[in-house]
């Protein structure tokens, strides 16, 4: 049966392409429950977007929560795939509140997690489909990549055993925030000069080409060396599966995300006229390890609730 | 088109001799008028007066591209946008103030009034503290005069208020002062105007 596109909304629209184009990619529909046990999420508040959930009990007697995140679930329930590789893609609602002004809003996300032992060329497929499901919601959209590896390695010589210094230095990053950095490095009297690695990292900003040239002559040590690598890898594959997409990528380490859940890329991906990122993801195996799995993982959400006022006409789907 | 945000009254005044001279002049904005938009096709900005506690919501929901607004404001909200900049005006500091000679009987939950809720809140929380916070949205200073807190956390830039009202300033929290901010969507469209302002503001800024 075919359904008429003046049937669906924008959101259902670009919904059922994006699915569309996740099942032509070779990855499998999963399907879930709207409610989860609750103490999966006051286990891993952190790695939740929003610490509020909404909870209730069970007529067993049981505290459940109406799902506030997909990919905890699908790290639950799903078991290692060893050599393999396991693709999945979701289209979900989640449920969550901003801030505590904001009050409970459902929430609805369309993205895919592939979990395995992750490869250089997986890592470029996740980010091809990345691109691809903007440019799918618009011709003037933009993927941010960033290294947190590369990172961490920055930030942990400057911040040393100090986890406080190293998440304010992280907030400060997000920010693009250079002299905050300097702030709190001569506040924790952090010998002057010393930042200037961390600040010229975030200063880089631009095509793959550019930066990459750029951070060829960062100080060299081989890990950082192997992760730069990585990176270009992982942004060279986006370009030979797609020639075009290459002029959509940004690389720009201000795109962070938890270091104790993701590590390696992670990325952000905006369009034009919408203020907030619409779609978000990374390799988290920090959170595999931390549900007991032996898999590496790497996955993305759109989301389709900013998308909404997406002008008219400009939607490719 | 660059939209920027500045916050109304004698700061963005100063502001915007900052923008005009990075290269991003608008004259119309300094017009003695009821006016509150104002552009120039000529160096492709739109300015817009907004109620300085205000400035934060227009960048992170997009209706400006850029703007300033105090760091007291950013630490209070965290709005998810850049800060690109600090334009080291309308220098101040976020501080603890009370009675002359105050000293903090740990054995008491410490009263405290203040509009800046959070950075209270974090602040003493940091200390391990335990407080009784009492949101007030003006007059701070009136509060441990009639009994009502021990202390009050708020600006202070010269601390004359404090000291008419026998009050003093008992810790510093942290400086304040104007901060660029961008939308972090604006940003990867507009990249090339928004780092050329940054860049001519940093040298206005460094210059003085």
């Known amino acids: 049966m075919w359904i008429e596109d003046r049937l669906m909304d924008t959101q259902e629209r670009i919904g059922y392409r994006l699915m569309d184009l996740y099942d032509t990619n070779g990855y499998n529909r999963y399907r879930m429950s709207k409610f ?14 929003s610490e509020n959930v909404i909870t209730f009990t ?9 799902k506030p995140d997909v990919t905890l679930s699908i790290v639950k329930n799903m078991k290692d795939a060893g050599r393999d590789i396991r693709k999945l893609y979701y289209y979900e609602h989640v449920y969550r509140a901003a801030d505590e002004t ?9 993205g895919l997690e592939c979990m395995g032992q992750i490869s250089a060329a ?34 942990d010589e400057l911040s040393g055993e100090h986890p406080e210094i190293k998440t304010s230095l992280l907030h400060c990053v997000s920010e693009k925030n250079t002299h905050g950095i300097t702030d709190i490095c001569r506040e924790a009297g952090i010998e002057a000069g010393k930042e200037e690695t961390l600040q010229r990292l975030i200063g880089l900003y631009g095509s793959p080409e550019k930066v990459l040239e750029e951070l060829h002559v960062f100080p060299e040590s081989a890990k950082l060396k192997e992760m730069i690598s990585e990176l270009e890898h992982a942004v060279s594959g986006i370009r030979s599966a797609q020639e075009q997409l290459n002029r959509h990528i940004i690389i720009d380490f201000s795109a962070t995300e938890d270091l104790r859940y993701y590590n390696g890329i992670a990325f952000k991906g905006f369009i034009e006229g919408i203020p907030e990122s619409v779609l978000s993801g990374g390799q988290y195996d920090g959170l595999m390890r931390r549900m007991g799995r032996k898999d590496q993982a790497i996955g993305f959400a759109v989301f389709l609730n900013r998308l909404e006022r997406l002008r008219e ?4 789907a | 088109m660059l939209n920027i945000a500045l916050p109304k009254g004698r700061l963005g005044e100063q502001v915007y001799g900052l923008f005009a001279r990075a290269g991003f002049e608008c004259p119309a904005v300094l017009e003695n008028s009821r006016k509150l938009i104002f552009e120039n096709a000529e160096t492709g900005v739109r300015y817009f007066w907004v109620k300085p506690s205000d400035v934060a919501i227009y960048v992170a929901r997009g209706a400006a591209d850029i703007g300033v607004a105090g760091k007291d404001i950013l630490l209070e909200y965290r709005p998810d946008v850049y800060e690109l900049l600090d334009l080291k005006l309308g220098k101040c500091r976020m501080a603890v103030a009370g009675p002359a000679g105050f000293t903090d009987r740990k054995e008491q939950t410490l009263r405290v009034a203040t509009k800046f809720s959070r950075i209270a809140r974090e602040y003493y929380a940091g200390q391990g503290r335990d407080i009784d916070i009492i949101h007030l949205n003006g007059s701070i200073e009136i509060a441990p005069i009639l009994g009502l807190t021990d202390v ?9 208020t404090l000291k008419e009202n026998h009050l003093e300033v008992l810790e510093t929290i942290v400086p304040i002062s104007a901060r660029l901010i961008a939308n972090k969507s604006g940003f990867k469209f507009k990249t090339d105007a928004i780092q050329r302002l940054t860049n001519g503001l940093r040298k206005e800024v460094d210059g003085n």
């Open chain 1, 313 to 316: 006409g400009e939607s490719h």
């Open chain 1, 122 to 155: 997986c890592i470029s497929g996740v980010l091809t489909l990345a691109a691809r499901s903007l440019q799918l919601c618009s011709e003037h959209s933009v993927l941010e990549i960033s290294h947190l590896g590369i990172l961490k390695t920055v930030t």
């Open chain 1, 58 to 66: 069970d007529t067993n007697g049981r505290l459940m929560a109406m």
């Open chain 1, 102 to 110: 904001e009050g409970f809003r459902e929430q609805t996300q369309v």
């Open chain 2, 152 to 160: 009050i956390v708020d600006i202070v830039e010269t601390g004359k």
């Open chain 1, 36 to 49: 989860e046990e609750y103490d999966l999420y006051s286990r891993n508040r952190d790695f939740l977007l």
